[in-house]
């Protein structure tokens, strides 16, 4: 049987009261124990705890963020791109918010994401505007912290693109790349409580998984060149077909 304040935080939830859903969350908490907010939390739908979770990050804290397990936390994270528009930035502070409120326990949190169906695509999109810099760190174990972002995203030469991604895949395919890179800086030196220390941890403590996070973003750049060859090709073909035509009305 489901907790009253499930039942009436979903309501709320369904009448757009976010933050009316959450109170009511916070006030088991206050009146019984952080241990029965939790147990709460155990009976709401994955979606639902999203939906309140969403609208706190660092900035805004809520007691929600602060208690939830990291199974509840993976189940509800995993839906986001589903659920929310999920940009990177965005993606990152809510689960900065939660991942990195205890320096002992981001591991788990990390793991327990891992482990669902769609958990790298999430940590992925987490990283999506670091992944420079995450690829970086997988093969030479440091970060290039000077790395121009706005010089990146408009780039427009397929060939630069090409050659970026043929590096990556000479150091990745060089026997073990990964296994062998130790990170070349301590975790104290980029304990910034968002990506680096994110990266860090996924790189030293879970060694596998952080692979996996290499090889998604890594196709998402083969997929970048992808799309902008597609993109390249199609006006050629449009100024193709337009002189191909004009010269059959001419015959």
Not at 122 to 151: K, N, P, S, V, W
Not at 185 to 197: F, K, L, N, T, Y
Not at 215 to 225: G, K, N, T
């Amino acid at each position: 049987m489901k907790h009253p304040v499930v039942i009436e935080s979903l309501q709320l939830i369904l009448a757009g009261d976010i933050e009316g859903a959450e109170r009511a969350l916070v006030a088991i908490a206050e009146t019984e124990g952080d241990h029965a907010l939790v147990a709460v939390l155990d009976q709401m739908p994955p979606k639902d705890l999203l939906a309140v979770m969403r609208e706190f990050d660092s900035s805004k804290e809520s007691l929600v963020n602060m208690v939830v397990t990291p199974e509840q936390f993976a189940r509800a994270i995993v839906l986001e791109k589903k659920y929310g528009d999920r940009t990177g930035e965005k993606l990152r502070a809510m689960m900065n918010a939660v991942i990195h409120r205890d320096s002992h326990t981001v591991g788990e949190y990390l793991e327990e994401i891992s482990n669902l169906e769609g958990g790298y695509e999430t940590l992925a999109d987490y990283f999506q505007d670091r992944f420079e810099e995450i690829l970086h760190f997988a093969t030479a174990g440091t970060f290039t912290l000077e790395f121009d972002h706005e010089a990146f995203e408009s780039i427009k030469s397929i060939t630069l693109l090409a050659e970026r991604l043929e590096e990556i895949d000479e150091s990745l395919g060089f026997g073990d790349a990964i296994a062998s890179s130790r990170p070349k800086v301590s975790r104290a030196e980029i304990a910034d409580g968002d990506w680096m220390e994110t990266a860090w941890v996924l790189r030293h403590e879970l060694e596998d998984e952080f692979e996996q996070i290499v090889m998604a973003l890594r196709d998402r750049w083969q997929r970048l060149i992808e799309a902008q060859l597609l993109a390249e090709a199609g006006p050629q073909k449009t100024a193709q077909q337009s002189t191909d035509d004009t010269e059959e009305s001419a015959i």
